[in-house]
């Protein structure tokens, strides 16, 4: 059992996005048996940037994919609002992941096919809902596609590809978006780009977002930044600066080292 639970920020009176509670994700038995996440606490506030960070098979990835839906959890609680996700069908999981939350990857996802509006869109037409032109709008002028919305993938840079993925995560208005690295193919230019877009996401459209990241600058551009090591949640930091990020992840790296 983890004994650091993460608040959420002082200053925040928002309600969560998304909370786990005792979280805990075993992988494997016997001999093979590895606990990924111990007894995980955590809440993401509504309308805030966290980040997720820790040294390589922290959790940090599994955590996501666990609070996001993505993976079953051995025991504990995920819940998306007020909704438990454990015990819901495969049906009712799927619907609110197409409904309740956004998805950005490092792979940018795009169908080749489709032009950069027509993959916008693709949630919400598979869901048969029709987009709210107004936020639409607003999202694609936040992530700055107006003028490459007939454009098809293969006719996009990487990082005006993953501007397209930025775009369809926050078109259906989710309650909370979740990123894996979603900077990891793009150059230093490119990300910081794309990184300015979930910033602006949070602070013009409200948005609440969660990321999972190694790189301290990227980490930066957050409210927040939780830390994981060995399946648990070592520390949380408000406000972070790339050097403060930096410090702690070389603490946290000498520790492994030293252990």
């Not at 639970?5 to 925040?12: E, F, G, V």
């Not at 079953?72 to 409904?99: A, F, N, P, Y």
């Not at 700055?144 to 919305?149: E, N, Q, S, Y």
Request: charged share 25%.
């Amino acid at each position: 059992m983890s004994t650091f639970a993460a608040p959420p920020p002082a200053h925040a009176t928002a309600a969560a996005a998304a909370r786990a509670t005792d979280l805990t994700k075993v992988y494997g038995e016997g001999e093979t048996r590895v606990v990924a996440l111990d007894g995980v606490s955590v809440e993401f506030v509504q309308g805030q940037y966290t980040a997720i960070m820790g040294p390589s098979g922290s959790g940090k990835s599994t955590l996501m994919h666990c609070m996001a839906g993505l993976d079953t959890i051995s025991s504990g609680s995920t819940r998306i609002g007020d909704t438990e996700l454990t015990g819901l069908g495969d049906k009712k999981l799927t619907q609110l992941r197409r409904d309740r939350v956004g998805f950005v990857f490092q792979t940018f996802n795009l169908l080749p096919t489709l032009n950069a509006l027509e993959n916008i869109r693709l949630p919400m037409d598979i869901a048969g809902r029709k987009p709210d032109k107004e936020w639409m709008d607003r999202v694609i002028a936040t992530v700055g596609l107006a003028d490459r919305l007939k454009h098809r993938p293969s006719q996009l840079s990487g990082g005006q590809q993953q501007r397209v993925a930025v775009a369809r995560a926050l078109a259906g208005k989710p309650d909370i978006v979740f990123g894996d690295e979603p900077t990891g193919n793009l150059d230093s230019r490119a990300g910081a780009e794309i990184l300015g877009f979930l910033r602006n996401s949070v602070r013009e459209l409200g948005q609440t977002v969660v990321m999972v990241t190694h790189d301290p600058v990227a980490a930066s551009y957050a409210d927040r930044v939780v830390f994981l090591a060995d399946g648990r949640i070592v520390d949380d930091m408000p406000e972070p600066t790339a050097e403060l990020v930096l410090e702690h992840m070389k603490r946290y790296d000498a520790k492994g080292r030293t252990s």
